[in-house]
């Protein structure tokens, strides 16, 4: 009875240090950089109706990949951790493509036209309100 608690609890001990093992790898795994992939060239408002009409096709299409997005800026902000935030227009009033920098990218204005190429994480919205298209780690390619 001993040797079975003992060989459970050697095995639980295993798979919890694999588990921290793994937890420590993914953590410090190096982010991607996109400055060197050839991206899915789209418009702001294209990739914002491509999710808003069917979020489940725009996933299998955009999804992990490198995007490289073009719009009009409406918005410019500073995230929590201090990163430098884009929404682009989009054909919805309120919502449209959220951008996040890597880096700063420097002076950007409302209402010029830029070309942003990050990594599509998404689509915060609902079958009941739409939301925004999330693309992150990006760099600005064209001011």
Not at 77 to 98: A, F, M, P, R
Not at 131 to 140: A, E, L, P, R, Y
Request: with cysteine; proline share 2%.
């Amino acid at each position: 009875m001993k040797r079975k608690k003992k060989t459970i609890l050697g095995m639980v001990a295993l798979l919890f240090l694999a588990g921290v093992g793994y937890g420590f790898y993914m953590w410090f795994k190096p982010h991607r950089d996109v400055t060197n992939e050839k991206g899915i060239e789209i418009t702001s408002e294209a990739i914002f109706d491509s999710f808003a009409s069917n979020e489940m096709k725009a996933n299998e299409l955009y999804l992990n990949k490198a995007i490289q997005v073009t719009g009009e800026v409406i918005q410019v902000k500073k995230n929590q951790l201090g990163k430098t935030v884009v929404y682009l227009k989009s054909n919805d009033s309120i919502y449209g493509v959220n951008c996040t920098f890597k880096n700063d990218p420097g002076l950007l204005q409302k209402n010029s036209v830029i070309t942003f190429k990050g990594i599509c994480t998404g689509y915060l919205g609902d079958k009941n309100a739409p939301g925004d298209v999330v693309i992150n780690q990006g760099i600005i390619v064209k001011k």
